[in-house]
């Protein structure tokens, strides 16, 4: 087996030791926060000293590029199959797309937090990472089905670029509403029995929302 604190002898090797400093990394971003994160305590956590460490990633900030376009690629991914697999109407695409948002907020936490809410680290210099990365921008999936809708004549004709935002403001607020619906059901104790699941009921009612938005 070889060693983490000595120099990988395989482009596997490499690899595998670069996605446990991603997975490590991610986690300590999240429960630490950007200025609470170090990387000793990272390297600590996966046994490999610090100058090891910096064969992989030269600063927290170049860390933290790495893990967000690992995770925003992932997302995008996910996004452009439902697209492409989808065989419906535009606007059940839409419900399809809103649901994985809010589903993955809820489901890959760390990756969410790294990918929105997580700063980024401050630097005076700009690492390899940094110098090579290109826009990945999900929202680009979203356009593109927005305009094949308004040529359908599904939605209303208007601008892309501001219908998008907009949607996409609506949803992402949404994913704080629904944290703490599911939230106020685990914390509040005795409760009287609901014949609705607050979950669905919100994401039923921010479709509705969403389809005003979309059609007016």
């Known amino acids: 087996m070889t060693s983490k604190n000595k120099p990988a002898r395989s482009d596997e090797d490499k690899q595998k030791n670069l996605d446990e400093i991603i997975d490590a990394g991610r986690e300590l971003f999240v429960k630490k926060g950007t200025y609470g994160f170090s990387t000793r305590a990272l ?4 046994k490999m000293t610090q100058g090891n460490l910096y064969n992989y990633v030269k600063s927290k900030r170049e860390l933290w590029i790495a893990i967000r376009s690992e995770d925003m690629k992932i997302f995008k991914k996910r996004l452009q199959s439902i697209a492409d697999t989808h065989e419906e109407s535009y606007i059940l695409l839409f419900k399809r797309m809103m649901n994985f948002y809010l589903d993955f ?7 969410f937090q790294m990918m929105f809410m997580v700063p980024a680290p401050p630097s005076d210099e700009i690492g390899p990472i940094e110098k090579e990365y290109e826009l990945i921008n999900p929202l680009e999936v979203v356009k593109n089905a927005l305009k094949k809708a308004m040529d359908a004549g599904e939605i209303r004709k208007t601008d ?5 935002y907009t949607i996409y403001a609506l949803i992402h607020g949404a994913t704080a509403v629904e944290r703490d619906l599911l939230w106020t059901d685990k914390i509040l104790e005795p409760q009287p029995k609901k014949s609705r699941d607050p979950v669905k009921a919100f994401r039923d009612y921010l479709f509705e929302q969403m389809l005003k938005i979309l059609k007016s």
């Not at 907020?105 to 990756?111: D, I, S």
């Not at 892309?160 to 998008?164: F, I, R």
Request: charged share 45%; net charge positive; glycine share 0%.
């Open 43 to 46: 390297a600590k956590k996966i």
């Open 105 to 111: 907020a809820r489901n890959e936490y760390r990756r």
């Open 160 to 164: 892309v670029d501001q219908l998008s």
